[in-house]
Nanobody, 121 residues
């Protein structure tokens, strides 16, 4: 069974750093785009960063220059390095991946379980 497993959330002071990881497990033929969303209390889930299988990236304006998304295609893993964190970055962060499981032909969206990131002022 294909699933995404996240790790790396926690509590950090403003100005600090955290690194999130998300590994896709199971029998996977190919991983297309992978990325991170976040959802703060009372707000909608928003895209934070996305990376294609070829390495092209796109970021939410408010995190540009502070967050870096990367991936290891051999491990089907995506990372989010978060630097210069601000209290407004506090949210549950969800990993997303567009995967083609082995034995299938069509990409399917998968979500991680979410990891809490809290930035104190």
């Amino acid at each position: 069974q294909v699933q995404l497993v996240e790790s790396g959330g926690g509590l950090v002071q403003a100005g600090g750093s955290l690194r999130l990881s998300c590994a896709a497990s199971g029998s996977i033929y190919r991983a297309n785009a992978m990325g991170w969303y976040r959802q703060a209390p009372g707000k909608q889930r928003d895209l934070v960063a996305v990376i294609t299988s070829g390495g092209s990236t796109n970021y939410k304006d408010s995190v540009k220059g502070r967050f870096t998304i990367s991936r290891d295609n051999a491990k089907n893993t995506v990372y989010l390095q978060m630097d210069s964190l601000k209290p407004e970055d506090t949210a549950v962060y969800y990993c997303y991946a567009d995967l083609i499981p082995s034995g299938t032909y069509w990409p399917t969206p998968y979500w991680g379980q979410g990891t809490q990131v809290t930035v104190s002022s």
